[in-house]
C-alpha cells in the first residue's frame, strides 16, 4: 500500500476483511467546530473515529505529548485497528490532522498505514456514499513496538543547536515563526529554534486539497535549503503539523525524519530555551 491512496483506490478496497478506515479529524480549540459531532453526521462508509485529543500523555503539562505505548494500543484495540490491518486514515481539518495519527501509528509499529489524498472533502465532491451515527466495532489485539528513535526531546534539540547534525523544520506559519505574531498559548515566546527553517505546512497540498506531487514536494524541501538525503527533525506548535512535514519527508523520499514531539509548546514556555526572531 502507498503513503497516498486515491479515493478511486478507496472506493475499490471498501469491504476488504483487512482494511480499517479511520477519521482522524481534530481542530484547535477555537474553531467551534466538534469533530466526533461531524463524523456521527456522515463518515466513509465502514470508518471509526480516532479521537487525537485523548491520544495524549495526560499526566504531560506539555500539551499534545505521545501517550504511553499501553493507552495507545487500547485505544487501537477498541478502535478494531489491529496486527495485519491495513490502515487508511482521512480528516477534514485545515491542520491535516490525519498526518498526526500516521506518525503515532507508525512510531508504535503499524506496517501498512496510509493517508487518503484530498480527504473526507474530496470523497464528498466526487459524490461517493457515506454513513451516519457509529460504526459496531469487534476488539482486535495491536502489538506495540515504540520505536523512540524518531522521536526528539527538548535535551535532544538542544544538544543539535552544538552539532548540527539534524536538520531542523518548522511547520508553522510564517508571522509565527518569525516573532511577528505572538504565540496563541500565551505562556509561550515568540520567534522560533535557532537555525531552523520554516516550511509552513499548508505549502505541500493543492487548492483543492489534495497532496502536491512528489517532485513539486522535494523541489519545496530544496527551495528551503533543506537535503532530503540527511537527517531531518520536524516541529511546529504541538507535534501536530510537524507530522504534515514528516509525512510529505516520507512521500519524497526522505532517509532520516524524526519529530520534535514538545514542540514550541515546550521550547517556548521555557524561559531558558534560546529563541531567534527573522
Not at 54 to 72: C, G, I, Q, R, Y
Not at 252 to 267: I, M, N, P, R, V
Amino acid at each position: 500500500m502507498e503513503l497516498l491512496v486515491s479515493t478511486d483506490w478507496l472506493a475499490n478496497e471498501l469491504g476488504a476483511s483487512d482494511l480499517r478506515v479511520v477519521d482522524a479529524t481534530k481542530f484547535m480549540a477555537d474553531a467551534g467546530r466538534n469533530p466526533a459531532a461531524e463524523y456521527e453526521a456522515g463518515h466513509i462508509p465502514g470508518a471509526v473515529f480516532m479521537d487525537l485529543s485523548d491520544l495524549t500523555d495526560s499526566s504531560n503539562p506539555v500539551e499534545n505529548m505521545l501517550p504511553p505505548a499501553e493507552k495507545f494500543a487500547s485505544r487501537m484495540q477498541s478502535l478494531g485497528l489491529g496486527d495485519g490491518s491495513r490502515v487508511v486514515l482521512y480528516d477534514d481539518s485545515p491542520l491535516q490532522s490525519a498526518a498526526r495519527a500516521w506518525w503515532m501509528l507508525t512510531i508504535f509499529g503499524a506496517h501498512e498505514v496510509a493517508i487518503l489524498d484530498g480527504g473526507i472533502a474530496k470523497w464528498k465532491a466526487e459524490g461517493r456514499p457515506l454513513e451516519t451515527g457509529k460504526e459496531a466495532l469487534r476488539h482486535r489485539h495491536f502489538t506495540v513496538w515504540k520505536d523512540d528513535k524518531d522521536v526528539r526531546t527538548k535535551a535532544d534539540m538542544l544538544a543539535n543547536l552544538h552539532s548540527k547534525d539534524e536538520q531542523v523544520v518548522d511547520a508553522r506559519p510564517a508571522d509565527r515563526f518569525s516573532g511577528e505574531t505572538p504565540d496563541p498559548r500565551g505562556n509561550a515566546a515568540s520567534g522560533h529554534i535557532p537555525g531552523s527553517t520554516n516550511i509552513p505546512h499548508s505549502r505541500f497540498f493543492n487548492a483543492d486539497g489534495t497532496w502536491k506531487s512528489a517532485d513539486e514536494i522535494k523541489a519545496i524541501f530544496t527551495d528551503a535549503g533543506v537535503d532530503l538525503s540527511k537527517p531531518l527533525v520536524t516541529t511546529c506548535g504541538s507535534g501536530m503539523t510537524a507530522a504534515v512535514v514528516s509525512f510529505a519527508a516520507a512521500v519524497a523520499g526522505a532517509e532520516k525524519t524524526a519529530l520534535y514531539d514538545g514542540s514550541w509548546a515546550e521550547w517556548g514556555a521555557d524561559a531558558d530555551t534560546p529563541k531567534e526572531t527573522v
